[in-house]
Each structure stands twice: as structure tokens, then as C-alpha cells.
């Protein structure tokens, strides 16, 4: 069972293999964030419940192109910082630059899937491009970045039970960015599960509670 | 003495000097802002929003680091008399003690070169508005996601009348002897604001400094229900 913490609360005492969003302090582990204290199997963390998206290194991230340069792109990735893809990314090869514009690859505006490859300086966050890293979508929603983190680092199951209940291709972004791909119905069936992820501070039974909104939906579409 | 200010043990306004006015909070009441809150404290009513972390490339700005910026402002129809909307001496000075006493609170290594704003609006204001401004901002910045090592509450002491008094009403602020806010990190132990106007002994100053403290741990709970409140309930319907 997860207890809600505050910023500066002891969240466990003792000695813990890892630990994560908490300040160690003696054996005494504090919590540096609103969240959910998750204590055991010799490890101790808090989940954030609000706050930026903060680029973890492996996160798959969806963003928007919002620069194009010869040898780099800039991207949008609903985060206090720009990711950026550099042009040999896509090749994975080191390329000419005098005859090579990204431009001819990516353009303003064009949503991308791709992977946090390294951070430097705390700042600058480098991207890989996904296999398939041109998202087409019909529609883009956001979500808060804390809860499609958790999502994503947790491993649940909400995604694929989202896109096998709706029929529709859905693809989450650590970030907190949603592109989905379906006719109207299958977007608001979606947007409904997604609401249902906004309007929850707490994260457990969130599976349970789309399946709900989601059969009641196919049922009464189909009446 | 003209008119006393302390009568029978009771203050002007009904409370006895170690007495806190009533306090509340809520959070999450800006929907546009990252964080915001809202604080009740006597009869002074200020909102907090934050804004940030963003991007920023201003000369200046820290590289290891978010900046931290405080606007403390007071509405013009938060006084007796219209205030001008101008920022004032005192208005730079309070914003300037606010983020004095939020910073060691916070994480900043964790967003280097970025920018966090602060935002305090005071709607009404009856003495102690920069502790109250603190408590509150304290929140709103919990209710940002900004990662912290504590929560900071605030509140004043003072003398009045020859007496030690806690938490300084507006009339008690201008009339009294002295007037001293103090601002707390108590997981820490440690004080990241203290002001005074007027003057104690060493011993009314140790003897206030403990009253504010204990003060204080009660404000923690306060600040503590707040977040509480929006949090653990599971459900943002009733959020603005």
C-alpha cells in the first residue's frame, strides 16, 4: 500500500539498495516531492504525482520539430529543456555535411518518436531517432508528464489495454505526449481512458477504472 | 498608555499572545500555472502561482542551476487606502526576503539554466502578509513538482504592550514594539529568514524565537492537510 507524502517527510528508515526522488539523510530517507512512497524489496522511492518532465537517459519521448538545421534538429519534448536529434542519428553514420540538409528528412512541425541517448550538462538532451520514428497521428493529447512517466516506468499495462479496447493505434511518450491514430470514434474512446488517467491522483486501480470507462463506452455505442 | 493594545490577556482581536490567527490553505487553484495556492491567514488572502521551470537564456542566468524569481505584489484594493500598483520599495524588498527564504528549500541543481518564477498576489492584507506569502508560496511550490528538501512555513513574533506576542495582527504590526518574522526549514533545523523591527532582550528573543518554532510545526500540519487534500483524494473534478 502507497502513503502520500509531502516534500522534507521521512518516507522510510534504515538501509535500502536504491532509492529514488528521496533525499538519504542518515537512515532516514525524506521525500523531495508530493508523490506515493513505495517501500521494499531493499528499495525505496517516491512517485511524483506532479512536476515537469525531467529527461531520464532510455526514456522514449514523443516531440515536435520546432527547428531544422543542416546538421541538427530541435525538438519540442513538453519539457523545460529542447532535445535534439542530430542529422548522422538517423543514419547511425557519420555523414557529409556538405552534401546532406535534414531538411530533406524532417520538417517544422513533424512529430517524432525517439529516445533519450544522453544528457549533457544537465541540459542538453540528445535524441535518438525510434525504428519508426515519423509519428503519424490524427490527434495529439497531453497528459501530465509525472503520471505518463510512472506509466512508462512501471511497465503497465494501461497502454496496450488502452489500444486493445479501443481499436485504436496508440502511441505514450514518457513525456506525457499521446498520438493517436483512428477514426472519431476510436479518439474519443481514447480521450475518454486519458481523462480518466488526468482526473486520478491515485495511480492505483487507474487499469481497473479505464477498463470500466472503456467497456461502458463499446456498450454503449453498440445499443 | 492610551489605548492598550493587550487587555485582560486578550489581543485586540480576541486571541490570547500565543495564539495563531485562523489559517487555511488550498492548492491547485490556477489551472494555467505548474503550481498555486491559495492562503487565508487572519484576515489576509493572498494566491501563489508558479511558473516554471522554463527554458531561459538570459545574460545571467545560472548555469548549475535554476534562478529563482520572486514578484511579491499587493493589490491595489488590498489596503485601506488605494495602493498604486507600482511595485514599492517595500514590495522589491518583500519579494526579495521571500525568495531569500524559499531558496534553501529547494533542489535548483536539478534544472540548470532554467527559470522559476513566483508569483504572490496579495488580495487583502492585514499584517504578517510576508510570512503568510512564504507559507503559502512553500505549497504552491510543492504543488509545482519543484523537488525540495522541505517545506517553509513562516510567522512573526513581536512585542506588544511588553508582552511577547505571536503572530502580529496589523495594528500590532504598526503600534507595537517590535516585530519579528521568522521563517523555518524544521527538518533541517534550520532558519531561512529572520527580520526584525524594533527591539528585545536576548532572552525576548530566544523566548520569541521558540514560540515561533512551535508556531511553525503547527503550520507544517496545516501545509501538510493542503496537499493532502488535493492529493489523496484521487479525483481532480472539484480542481479549478
Redesign the interface.
Known sequence: MSK?V????VVAKGNFRSWS?V?KKGEEY?S???GKAEVGGGRVRVV?????Y?PKVGDFVIGMVTDVQPLAATIDINS???GYIMANAFFKRRIDPSKFDLSKKVNLGDLIAAKVQRIE???DVYLQPDQKWKVEGDAVFYISP?KAHYIYTSRSRIPSKIKELTGAEVRLGANGVVVVKGDLKKIEMVKRALDVI?????LNGLYNEIIKVLSKDGESTDS | MENPLIVNGKRTDGRSPTELRPLKIDVGIIKNA??SSYIEHGKNKIIVAIY????SHRYGMN?ERATLRCRYHMSPFSTEERKSPQPSRREIEISKVIRDALEP?L?L??????MIDVFVEVLQSDGGSRSASITAASVAL??????????VEAVAVGKVDGTLVLDLNDIEDKEGESDMPVAF????NKVTLLQMDGKMTVEEFKAGLMMAMEAAKKIKEI??EA??K????????NDA
Open positions: 502520500l509531502v516534500p522534507g517527510e526522488n533525499l525524506l523531495i516531492f508530493v511524483r504525482l506532479s512536476g515537469p525531467i523545460y529543456v529542447n550538462r544537465g541540459k509525472a488526468e482526473s486520478k491522483y491515485d | 505548474a503550481g516554471g521551470p522554463r527554458d548555469i528549500s533542489i541543481e536539478n534544472f540548470p539554466k532554467t510543492a504543488d509545482a513538482g519543484i523537488p525540495m528538501k522541505d517545506l526549514m524544521l527538518n533541517e501545509q501538510k496537499l493532502a488535493k492529493y489523496s483524494k484521487g479525483d481532480r473534478k
